[in-house]
């Protein structure tokens, strides 16, 4: 899922097509929501035509390069992690 970040959302569309629905986020940007109901559900949110952030749930969702239950030490490798204050 995270190769997605900061690709554009019309790439979303040539491999999922249209999103189930687009929702505005507290945030001020839009999820984009992908569904099939029963197996995974998978949000994408979208700023100024650009991936920002993604979630998923289900089957068959990779969250590569990391796994489910995965320290933080180890995740840390792989992402830059910031405090709220340094935001």
Do not use: C, N
């Not at 040539?14 to 992908?34: C, I």
């Not at 749930?57 to 995965?70: D, F, H, N, Q, R």
């Amino acid at each position: 899922m995270y190769h997605w970040i900061g690709k554009k959302p019309k790439e979303l569309q040539k491999k999922f097509g249209a999103p189930a629905r687009k929702d505005v986020s507290a945030y001020g940007y839009t999820w984009w929501v992908y569904t099939d109901r029963k197996q995974q559900y998978i949000q994408f949110g979208v700023e100024d035509d650009k991936i920002t952030s993604a979630f998923a749930l289900g089957k068959g969702i990779s969250a590569e390069p990391v796994e489910i239950g995965e320290s933080y030490k180890k995740s840390e490798g792989f992402f830059v992690f910031y405090q709220r204050s340094d935001i």
